[in-house]
């Protein structure tokens, strides 16, 4: 079960994870690319030696690019390890999904082989998942077509712990991310060269056209020639197998379409911004059977002779997987993992976006905040501002809230129509019902739940029935709120929902309808549980901050708690 940190943590990770991937398509060589890849390691993934070891053209591996020690990066760079015995060494210890981890306990068979290697003598590890200096853990790299490029390795953790399953599956990440920028990086170096060859070498034009074709053709990823220039600039001209195979669509019918008849509606906007020469973006573009794929373009600018025709070269890479596992990541780390729910991070920052730090402490009925609004037209008439028509009277569309106006105004319904934020405040104010006696104010209401009993289950039970007990009532509660409220666990056995446009009346019926929802027994294992729930009710107003509107409906859920007796509560 997550800790109220952790969100924060892996929040603090993914950050640092995406800044260093970004950082991979910016080098320029392959040398600066290698030497990216393991400077993130050292800076993004947390460990204190990275180094990546490449496949040569002879099947060997070469250390190509060392992080972290100066001493030993003078030591073993340039050292080179047959493939035999790298073989070995990926088909030893222990299989961590795409990772391998040999354990020093196993791997002192491997002191005497010719891998470069470089390490210190350690004492034994002192729990079961403390980090040796012996311990060696790999993270193959793999081209597109399944071939290896090379083995990442890296070693000293700095928490001095063996990765678990979020350390895991981020180091797994990003050696594939650092597959594709060193296949990247390889494709641009054969591309550069064939087009210096094309620009300087005039008498080599058909040797050096064949070899542009082949890399064009055979890329991994997906290649397009457009027109620049002119009243058909963008068009489509060549494509390459792989953007056809991506798309789903023939090279006879791409040479029908420009990237801005492909690209999906809401990213036209970043496909212009993309400068021709040397641009990037990473956008959406539509398939065949109507479906949309990430992926990146990039652009560059060739010339068909010295002083020929210049025509757009542009680079399309399938990135849909790694747009998968960014939303997996962001998910998790705003999700409860038990539940699924939103947890405490998401619940705040969903709770603050409804919140501003002006207070709403005028209230007016809706006649008033009319006769308002009339007085300071009329005023701003008799000084000659705008905000009347010539005849003099007010122009209904510059009222605060009205009907096709400017969106200003104040949201909550009867009583919302305060005109403190002056008629140019764009924000819409959150307020509460005065009282609990339901005057027609509709209002966001938080409603914090508490479950009765769950403590005896967990006791007596153990944690097993207690997880299923809180993911049951997860489930129950999403069920009982609408489309749009939120369901939040906050924490254990505290849940809150976020309920907006509702009365007073409403959210004490809301409270009913789900602690009535609760009280049902719980199935887990073949045997029935039951818990109850106290509901307290608090209401969000603008001028309070989400910790403020959470303490405010915790200390009612507890006044509602001590109303109850022991065994009433029990019952709901």
Not at 102 to 126: K, Y
Not at 173 to 190: H, K
Not at 198 to 210: F, G
Request: proline share 5%; with cysteine.
């Amino acid at each position: 079960m997550e800790t109220e940190s952790e969100p924060y943590v892996r929040l603090a990770t993914l950050r640092q994870l995406h800044q260093v991937v970004a950082e991979l398509n910016t080098a320029r060589s392959l040398a600066d690319t290698l030497q990216t890849v393991v400077d993130g390691i050292v800076v993004g993934l947390g460990y204190e030696l990275a180094c990546v070891n490449l496949v040569r053209p002879d099947g060997d591996l070469v250390v190509a690019a060392f992080a972290g020690d100066p001493a030993a990066e003078a030591l073993i760079t340039g050292r080179v390890g047959s493939r035999s015995s790298w073989e070995r060494r990926l088909s030893m210890g222990e299989s961590w999904d795409g990772l391998r981890f040999i354990p020093h306990t196993e791997g002192w068979v491997l002191l005497e082989d010719d891998v470069p290697q470089w390490h210190t003598d350690g004492p034994e590890p002192r729990f079961k998942d403390e980090w040796h200096p012996e311990d060696r853990l790999y993270a193959p790299m793999y081209a597109s077509g399944g071939e290896l490029l090379g083995v990442i390795s890296v070693d000293r953790p700095r928490n001095g712990r063996r990765p678990g399953a979020w350390g895991r599956e981020a180091l797994q990440m990003y050696a594939f991310q650092a597959a594709i920028a060193i296949s990247n990086a390889r494709l641009r170096a054969n591309m550069q060269r064939a087009l210096v060859r094309l620009e300087r070498e005039q008498q080599a034009l058909r040797a050096s056209e064949e070899s542009f074709r082949q890399a064009f053709e055979y890329a991994p990823s997906g290649m397009a020639i457009a027109e620049m220039g002119g009243d058909q600039h963008g068009r489509l001209l060549r494509t390459n197998d792989a953007l056809c195979r991506l798309l789903g669509r023939p090279a006879s019918v791409l040479r029908r379409y420009s990237f801005s008849d492909l690209v999906h509606p809401e990213d036209i906007g970043t496909l212009l911004r993309t400068s021709a020469e040397g641009g990037r973006a990473e956008l959406r573009l539509g398939r065949r059977d109507g479906t949309y794929v990430w992926v990146s373009l990039r652009n560059s600018v060739v010339a068909d002779a010295a002083d020929g025709p210049r025509f757009l070269l542009t680079h399309v890479e399938d990135i849909e997987e790694r747009k998968r596992h960014e939303l997996q990541l962001a998910h998790r780390a705003s999700h409860d993992s038990l539940t699924g729910l939103p947890n405490s991070a998401e619940l705040r920052a969903r709770l603050g976006a409804r919140l501003c730090r002006r207070p709403q402490s005028v209230r007016a009925t809706a006649v008033e905040a009319l006769d308002a609004a009339f007085e300071e037209r009329g005023a701003a008439a008799v000084s000659g501002e705008h905000g009347f028509r010539p005849d003099g009277l007010p122009d209904p569309f510059e009222f605060p809230g009205a009907p096709g106006g400017n969106g200003h105004g104040h949201g909550g319904g009867p009583g919302a129509g305060a005109v403190a934020g002056g008629p140019y405040d764009h924000h819409v104010h959150t307020v509460a019902p005065a009282t609990d006696i339901d005057d027609g104010t509709k209002g966001l209401a938080v409603l914090f739940c508490d479950l009765d009993g769950f403590k005896s289950i967990n006791d007596r039970f153990g944690h097993h029935t207690g997880d299923a007990v809180l993911i049951e009532v997860a489930r129950r509660l999403t069920t009982g709120v609408r489309d749009g409220d939120t369901v939040a666990r906050l924490g254990g056995d505290e849940f809150v929902v976020l309920a907006d446009g509702l009365g007073a009346a409403d959210a004490a019926d809301l409270a009913v309808r789900l602690r009535n929802a609760i009280i049902p027994p719980i199935r887990v294992d073949g045997r029935a549980v039951r818990v109850g729930a106290s509901f307290g009710i608090g209401w969000a107003s603008c001028g309070m901050s989400a910790d403020e509107v959470l303490r405010s409906a915790d200390q009612r859920m507890y006044i509602e708690k001590r109303s109850r007796s022991k065994a009433h509560r029990r019952a709901g």
